[in-house]
């Protein structure tokens, strides 16, 4: 049986091209959770949150948020939160195994379940998810930044329900819009609680900004983290103008997560180099096999979305299928 580390020794590595800030000068926090800084403006308004290192090596998002601090960025109106998650996982970053420092010991975007939470299991991420609660608890609108595995353009996870396709459309970017409920091995963080339900006042985003080292997704987490504080009321464009890019919103394309391929084995293999995004035309095409087992689209013009194998191992999820679907079929 194949190894992990024998799988990624068959990918294409990528290079490191952003720096990976110092983010030890942010660890005392403002109200005694390390790493986690809120600023009340005095004024009425939702509690906004912008959360990096959800996974360790994802590093736009802590690049993004380090910025914000630096920047002396206060809310106009309401509460904001800027913080950091899996510091430990990220302190462990090696430029030599770049995928290694996903997380410590368990994926930190998959605990988000209240049993969990209050359950009697330890791990490094999840102590660290029950240190973020009490905050998390108390926001309303969140922004959860993340990259990918592979090079591919960036998508926004909005969530199953049509508030959160809303949500993303006022943003405007990017141009492609995930409409999910996650992921069969455990809640996100996005999906938690009031983000996830019909709850009116909260709502939550997951971007996906592109390649986890490159420029261009350092770019796409400075713009929509602008964006996302100018659309939720905490600051002006005045404030943030140095974040945006000259990208304007465009038509955005929604897409419907249907399937999620969860491997069975290590011996799972992609039929062609898939990176993200890729439509395939006909139902029944073999996208993959999983040991003896051809892996086939379902029917028509079916999307992948995050084709990886980097985290390969039986009962992970290595892409999921998604179809074209209008906003006003996405329930409320």
Not at 156 to 165: F, I, P
Not at 271 to 290: H, K, M, P, Y
Request: hydrophobic content about 40%; aromatic content about 6%.
């Amino acid at each position: 049986m194949k190894t992990l580390d024998q799988v990624r020794a068959t990918l294409q590595p990528y290079p490191v091209e952003v720096e990976f800030p110092d983010i030890s000068r942010w660890q005392a926090g403002t109200h005694g959770i390390d790493y986690v800084h809120t600023f009340d403006s005095g004024q009425p308004g939702p509690h906004v949150m912008i959360m990096a290192l959800t996974h360790g090596n994802e590093v736009s998002g802590a690049i993004t948020v380090d910025a914000l601090l630096q920047a002396g960025i206060k809310p106009r109106q309401g509460r904001l939160t800027l913080a950091f998650g899996n510091v430990e996982a990220y302190e462990r970053f090696d430029p030599q195994d770049i995928d290694a420092t996903r997380y410590v010991e368990e994926d930190m975007n998959r605990v988000w379940q209240v049993e969990r939470l209050e359950g009697a299991e330890e791990s490094i991420e999840l102590n660290r998810a029950r240190a973020l609660r009490p905050v998390i608890d108390s926001v309303d609108l969140l922004l959860d930044i993340h990259s990918m595995h592979e090079e591919a353009p960036p998508v926004m996870m909005s969530g199953a329900r049509r508030k959160g396709l809303e949500f993303a459309a006022a943003l405007g970017v990017p141009e492609v819009v995930i409409v999910d409920g996650g992921h069969p091995n455990g809640k996100r963080m996005r999906d938690y609680q009031g983000f996830g339900d019909a709850t009116p006042h909260k709502n939550a985003l997951l971007i996906e900004t592109g390649q986890h080292f490159s420029r261009r997704s350092e770019r796409v987490a400075r713009d929509i983290a602008a964006r996302f504080l100018m659309v939720t009321g905490a600051v002006e464009e005045t404030d943030v103008a140095t974040f945006l890019t000259p990208l304007q919103p465009t038509q955005q394309r929604f897409l419907q997560v249907t399937n999620a391929v969860v491997a069975s084995t290590m011996d799972f293999s992609f039929s062609d180099d898939f990176r993200g995004l890729e439509l395939i035309e006909r139902a029944g095409t073999v996208i993959a096999t999983d040991g003896d087992r051809a892996i086939v689209t379902p029917y028509d013009n079916c999307v992948l979305v995050q084709p990886s194998l980097r985290h390969l191992g039986p009962g992970v999820t290595v892409v999921r299928l998604a179809k074209v679907v209008n906003a006003q079929d996405v329930p409320e």
